[in-house]
């Protein structure tokens, strides 16, 4: 390998990109415009859920018992309707959903110690949001109940009741239970998998698109000098890239980087050099940009965003689909940045998605040196 | 020269694209410091026949070598001593004029103390004094094709594949550029030159005629026009040209008939016989003849008839 002519190669890359419009427009904002996309957009949490009441009593009890939906932020009461079609309506118009419906004889089952029973519908379209929906209106139902049993104990002389048990939580790592501090992290491992995928998977077929590489391949560079030399400033934007996206989720959405910098960085190159050889790859097989860059979308965005542990849990996945994802390496990567920004890890405790991460590097970063023929077909 | 091989040695080459014959079965060899020709129309297989001599493409069988290197084998071996010129432009358009320069020094392995030189030497050379921080794209294609040249000997190869170099230019550009393919052939240079203009092929030293992947011709230029040619040329100015060059193809003791700018070239057994016997022959059928005489054939002519005759021997066989 002539080091002059990996120079040369490089220096030329960063040339055509700093000269191409798009490229800038791949390289600055896609990550950031990403970060912002699924920062916000995707989010677990289910917080002020708009409900609609239907209060047939419209009582002192009935209002106490409304007054805990409304202080509590998971829900959002919107409106109070005088019938019940207004309330079906609501919930099939979409407008809120869960319906509270607060039967006339609420005040008086009551006092009479009879149970009342709460009609609550809820809206399955989203199933997930639903069940949330569901348990935090039971939580809330709860302990209001609880509430009136005290109440109920004390006005009969029995001051010093309390509950018998009492769980006193405390979530490690992220404190008050956002999602989006455990997102922001993941967020940065996909975005980096699509992106750098992306970058590379122009680099060869443009050449090839061009004409420019049947001039190439008459020189004496060769395929590995090629490959590094389209490679490296790529590593170079992509630390930059991740660097980037992880100060904002820092300073921005406020996630804790509780780890070493340099198992950040070393994680991050390990990951670089997976998805730009794995682009490289795309482009020397698909020859024409737009092919290649479509395969590389599919072939990074879906299995990145389903399969890494990003959305769904992979140890609540079924088994087979758990084996699968580890042939998805932003898999190991997503792990071991949520574990480097909130848990604070070294790689000695990560060493499975280290070694996972390198195993990649290694096989794909092969395969890239492999696959260039300096020959027309 | 002596005991020093050929430039280009090509033995029976052949190559196949499917059920395409490309190349069917050629030879020939060039010498050092010769500027040698390759010509035919288009599709007659002579960027097929480049590429594989600068290892870009691999032979389906028969032998190619290039400095005295097998072109299959090592292909590596070959580009160090070679320059290439593609058929279709492929600089980046994207970089400057020096940063193209600067690319392909690096891409040959030129020296950090030789390349600002050779990169000095090839803008003078290419004539694009003060446009260095052009960028590429926005020059004309003549400038282009010189940069190109410049580009492909910055490491002084012994020897220069051009691959219609000269397609889409003007004619001065044209003519400076042969000025510098014979300035590259003085200093010992080979330089093997694909075109179809049949002008251009005066220029070399000797000629390969190629049509439909085999070899139809070789030798001097002087030599095709003299050998080449089965039969003498007449120059024909008439009236009706059109209605002429019909009936010509149909008159006994005629080979062949083709409109040549405002005249017709007509390839007779014999010219002086022919002359009264062509004049009588438009006459009856109402057509004057202004001018008639025999003449020196150009390559065109000798390229015309070459390929006409091939396609009718073809057709009597079949």
Not at chain 1, 215 to 229: A, C, D, H, K, N
Not at chain 1, 270 to 292: I, N
Not at chain 2, 210 to 218: C, Q, T
Request: aromatic share 10%; net charge neutral; proline share 4%.
């Amino acid at each position: 390998m002539n080091w002059n002519r990996l120079c040369a190669m490089a220096r030329k890359e960063m040339i055509q990109i700093r000269r191409d419009a798009r490229s800038i427009g791949i390289v600055i904002a896609m990550p950031i415009v990403m970060l912002f996309a699924f920062g916000y957009g995707v989010s677990f949490d289910t917080k002020h859920i708009p409900v609609y009441v239907y209060d047939q009593e419209q009582s002192q009890a009935s209002r106490d018992f409304l007054k805990r939906f409304e202080s509590s932020r998971y829900f959002n009461v919107v409106r109070s309707v005088g019938n019940y079609p207004e309330l079906v309506h609501a919930v099939d118009a979409g407008t809120c959903q869960i319906g509270l419906v607060i039967p006339p004889d609420f005040s008086a089952r009551l006092g009479s110690g009879e149970q009342v029973r709460i009609q609550a519908i809820f809206d399955g379209t989203d199933s997930n949001s639903a069940s949330l929906g569901m348990s935090y209106t039971e939580a809330v139902a709860q302990a209001h109940s609880q509430k009136l049993q005290l109440d109920w104990l004390r006005a009969r002389g029995q001051g010093s009741v309390r509950a018998p048990l009492s769980v006193d939580s405390r979530t490690w790592f992220n404190e008050n239970l956002e999602s989006m501090v455990t997102i922001v992290p993941g967020v940065v491992a996909m975005v980096m998998a699509v992106v750098g995928t992306f970058l590379t998977s122009l680099t060869v077929a443009r050449e090839w698109e061009r004409g420019t590489m049947e001039q190439l391949i008459s020189t004496p560079v060769t395929p590995l000098e090629i490959m590094l030399g389209k490679l490296l400033p790529y590593v170079a934007i992509g630390l930059i890239d991740t660097s980037v996206c992880a100060i904002m989720a820092v300073w921005w959405f406020e996630v804790p980087f509780r780890g070493h910098i340099w198992v950040f960085l070393l994680s991050t190159t390990l990951f670089l050099t997976v998805v730009l050889s794995l682009g490289y790859f795309f482009s020397v097989v698909a020859k024409t940009q737009l092919a290649a860059s479509q395969i590389s979308l599919i072939a990074t965005f879906l299995p990145a965003f389903l399969l890494s542990g990003f959305v769904y849990p992979i140890d609540q996945m079924p088994a087979v689909v758990q084996g699968i994802t580890h042939i998805v390496p932003a898999r190991y990567y997503m792990a071991i940045l949520r574990n480097v920004f909130l848990k604070g890890s070294s790689v000695f405790n990560m060493w499975q998605d280290f070694f996972g991460l390198a195993l990649f590097a290694a096989i794909l970063g092969l395969a890239a040196t492999r696959i260039f023929r300096k020959k027309l077909t | 020269m002596n005991g020093q091989p050929q430039a280009v040695v090509v033995q029976d080459l052949v190559k196949r694209f499917g059920d395409f014959t490309a190349v069917d079965n050629i030879s020939f060899e060039a010498s050092r410091g010769e500027i040698f020709g390759f010509l035919g129309p288009n599709g007659a297989g002579k960027s097929t026949t480049i590429r594989i001599l600068c290892g870009l493409l691999h032979p389906t069988s028969g032998k190619a070598l290039v400095a005295g290197v097998d072109v299959a084998r090592e292909p590596e071996r070959v580009r160090q001593n070679i320059g290439y010129m593609s058929q279709k432009f492929s600089l980046y358009n994207d970089l400057k004029v020096i940063e193209n320069l600067r690319f392909f020094a690096g891409m040959y392995g030129v020296n950090q103390a030789d390349a600002a030189e050779r990169i000095a030497w090839a803008i003078d050379m290419a004539g694009l004094t003060g446009r260095e921080h052009l960028l590429t794209g926005t020059l004309a294609a003549g400038w282009k094709q010189r940069l190109a040249l410049g580009c492909a000997v910055l490491h002084r190869p012994p020897i220069v594949f051009l691959d219609e170099p000269t397609s889409g230019v003007d004619p001065i550009s044209r003519r400076l550029f042969w000025e510098l393919i014979h300035r590259m052939a003085d200093e010992g240079v080979t330089v093997f030159v694909t075109t179809h203009y049949m002008d251009e092929a005066e220029y070399c030293n000797r000629l390969v005629l190629i049509d439909r992947g085999r070899i139809v011709a070789s030798g001097s230029p002087l030599e095709l026009k003299l050998k080449s040619m089965e039969g003498e040329l007449l120059l024909v100015e008439c009236d009706q040209v059109g209605k002429a060059l019909e009936a010509l193809q149909e008159a006994p003791g005629v080979t062949d008939a083709a409109i040549f700018g405002h005249a017709l070239h007509l390839v007779v057994p014999d010219a002086e016989r022919a002359i009264p016997e062509v004049r009588n022959y438009l006459g009856e059928r109402g057509i004057t003849v202004s001018r008639i005489e025999q003449i020196r054939p150009t390559l065109e002519d000798v390229f015309v008839s070459l390929t006409s005759l091939k396609g009718r021997r073809e057709k009597e066989q079949a």
